[in-house]
């Protein structure tokens, strides 16, 4: 009881704040429900796109590491990427997508990885630009996305790779561990979301033992954008990475989401081992402050452009002000105000992408949700 009366004072003395936000949640609302409702017609009219399916060639793979500032990573963890692909026998190409810089990555990838091919960019494009830089010129079907502070396992790729023979499936991600075994795991690759009470909210799962009744490939809700291979045919008609969420986060998890908007799938192969060594490079050069903020924005991004099942679109908008005022709570008036004022000045370009190519949608909502281990709350 002291808990709740001191939770509700704690809100009473930000209650300005949520008449702040009321004007713009009505904004939002409105927008959102007038479109759904004006664009009903042209959905129901329309004949859906249905995107053709073909399996993709498993026997090569190209292995794409996105890199800015970051040499002395190459130097650390690139050696266990050439490894890899060398020990599997196939013929896989291993490129470096520099991204503007200026720290000498590209002069010290020339002199110690001939084999490596390296795209140097002459700006940052961020990890959205960087690895659609990749896709595009990777030659082969399959492409590996690997953060640049990766250490892949030596047989790592044969488990990805053979997590291609259905045709349907889009993305085939990596378990992930640290290097510290007593840290809590907090990044394992098995990603799920919970939608509750008309908000996202995405997590990683502990990973089934194989001994108690675990599978070797499990349906995952995205497939991590620095441990994962995608089909690269099905990636490209989706349209990549989403820089809507640029600088950064969720927008590998929009990108598999749209996948399985369009019944394609993503899972997570349990064999296939990759260690994360420097997770957090994104707080160490913006600080947490900036990434927690940024993770917000998107969350409201990712629900404004990809939530189109009615009931979930009406709950996130009714509960949008109780929403608002539990992370008021949890978190300060000038965090939750700046991540929303940043979502709502993205609000326009997420709206347009939220009709731009729903006719190619096979999967509702609840679907995807339960299917990747989360029905809806």
Sequence with gaps: MTRLVDLGARLSDRH??????????????????????????????????????????????????????????????????VEAARHDGRQHEVLVVDNGSRDGSVE???????????????SNRRFTGGNNAGVVAARHDIVVFLNNDMEVGRDFLKPLLAGFQDERVF???????????????????????????????????????????????????????????FDRNKFLAVGGLDTLYDPFYLEDTDLSYQAWKRGWKSVLAVESVVVHKHRGTNKQKFGDNFVDNTIRKNQYLFIW??????????????????????FLVQTSWQFETKAFFRAL???????LKRYRRRNEYEMQDPEIFARTGEPAG
């Design 305 to 326: 452009k990809n939530i189109t099942y009615f009931p979930w679109t009406l709950s996130h908008l009714l509960y949008l002000p109780m929403i608002q005022a539990g």
């Design 16 to 81: 300005w704040i949520l008449l702040l936000f009321l004007p713009f949640d009505v904004l939002v609302a409105l927008t959102i429900l007038l479109a759904d409702i004006a664009s009903l017609p042209l959905f129901l009219l329309r004949t859906g796109k249905k995107l053709p399916l073909s399996k993709p060639n498993t026997d090569r793979a190209s292995i794409v590491v996105l890199n800015w500032e970051g040499r002395h990573l190459l130097e650390e963890f690139l050696p266990s990427v």
């Design 171 to 229: 993305a085939v991600s990596c378990q992930v561990f640290f290097q510290d075994k007593t840290r809590r795991r907090e990044e394992t690759g098995n990603t799920k979301a919970r939608w509750k009470l008309g908000f996202i909210e995405p997590y990683h799962d502990a990973v089934p033992e194989k001994g108690s009744g675990g599978e070797s490939y499990l349906p995952i809700f995205w497939g991590g954008g620095g441990s994962c291979a």
């Design 345 to 351: 000045l993205q609000f326009p370009e997420a709206l």
């Design 108 to 122: 010290f990838l020339k002199a110690h990885f001939p084999s490596v091919r390296v795209i140097p960019l002459e």
